[in-house]
């Protein structure tokens, strides 16, 4: 847990992706929840190839990901201790059950661009999710309403959960 996720497939770091052969040409099938969903292709690589981590290094930052975390423990943030972030949950619903533990009201999951972790990665964006099933992660509303219920996160009050 806590680990970056599972990468289905390699991204090259210069963008070029040509597509999974477990996809290409198999017709419809569901992409997972977790791990690759996608490459950012040559052209937006071009405007950032890289990101910093916090120890001044450089990582590719090739990798889309779908909406759900691979869960978070003290290990990825000191402020949880003992506390864990359950693998399975969207970036909004695990940022909000991270802000409800004492120490950790401050911390963000997610970059000013959408990103984070080593393998660096960014995540679909699941405003599109919100319209319905047919968005990139195709995970259903109804399920995510009741994730955060059961987590006692009140999405309509709270506008960055919205």
Do not use: W
């Amino acid at each position: 847990m806590g680990g970056g996720g599972n990468p289905h497939f390699e991204c090259p770091d210069a963008g070029g992706f040509a597509g999974d052969s477990d996809y290409i040409g198999k017709g419809l099938k569901p992409i997972p929840v977790r791990g690759n969903v996608g490459c950012v292709d040559a052209g937006p690589l071009a405007t950032r190839p890289t990101v910093e981590n916090r120890r001044g290094g450089t990582r590719p930052a090739t990798n889309i990901y779908g909406p759900m975390e691979a869960g978070f423990t003290s290990e990825n943030h000191e402020c949880l201790g003992d506390a864990v972030v359950p693998a399975g949950m969207d970036t909004r619903l695990a940022e909000a059950m991270l802000h409800a533990i004492d120490g950790c009201e401050d911390r963000e999951i997610l970059d000013f661009c959408g990103g984070h972790a080593t393998p660096y990665h960014y995540h679909e964006n699941d405003d599109d999710e919100l319209q319905g099933p047919e968005g990139l992660g195709g995970v259903g509303v109804v399920r995510r309403a009741e994730i955060r219920a059961e987590a006692g996160v009140d999405q309509l009050s709270d506008p960055r959960l919205r």
